[in-house]
């Protein structure tokens, strides 16, 4: 588990078998072929990063936070009251979609309400890790990592 493993409290991991992985990677690629942007694969390594921060986040129990210090893109979801899919997170992020006008990214509050949908479709990132962990109140925390990150002040997307 990592450096965190010290201060999981309760979880359980979901495991994901290669059904839920390639559901993953359809929700991801069909909204990147929307923009131009090339297909993400799938990286077992960055898989067991995500894991790390899911069981972490589930352990606490309480709400979503960053790591500090990572190289990778990061997009994080949680949610209850909802039987599992593997591509629910992803689409949360999706619906950001919405609101997202094309442009370079910016320094601002409104970045938050669109940075998980500009990092998955995020032009030069190549491979994507996710993983899903659910706490004792029920709660899953799903985490995808991306490589290389994205969300590049001044830069766009796609």
């Not at 131009?36 to 067991?48: C, E, F, M, Y």
Request: hydrophobic share 35%.
């Amino acid at each position: 588990m990592g450096k965190y493993s010290s201060i999981i409290l309760a979880q359980d991991l979901v495991v994901l078998n290669q059904k839920d992985i390639q559901k993953i990677l359809i929700a991801h690629n069909s909204e990147r072929y929307l923009v131009g942007a090339p297909n993400l694969d799938w990286d077992d390594s960055i898989a067991n990063f995500a894991k790390d921060w899911a069981s972490f986040l589930a352990g606490e129990d309480n709400g979503l936070k960053h790591r500090k210090y990572n190289t990778f893109g990061e997009n994080l979801s949680s949610f209850n009251g909802y039987d599992f899919s593997a591509d629910f997170g992803v689409k949360l992020w999706v619906k950001e979609k919405k609101d997202y006008k094309y442009s370079p990214i910016k320094n601002n509050n409104n970045q938050k309400a669109i940075g998980h949908y500009t990092q998955l479709v995020w032009k030069n990132s190549t491979k994507v890790g996710c993983a899903c962990a659910q706490s004792k109140s029920k709660t899953f925390y799903f985490v995808c990592n991306y490589d290389p990150p994205g969300n590049y002040i001044g830069e766009f997307p796609y």
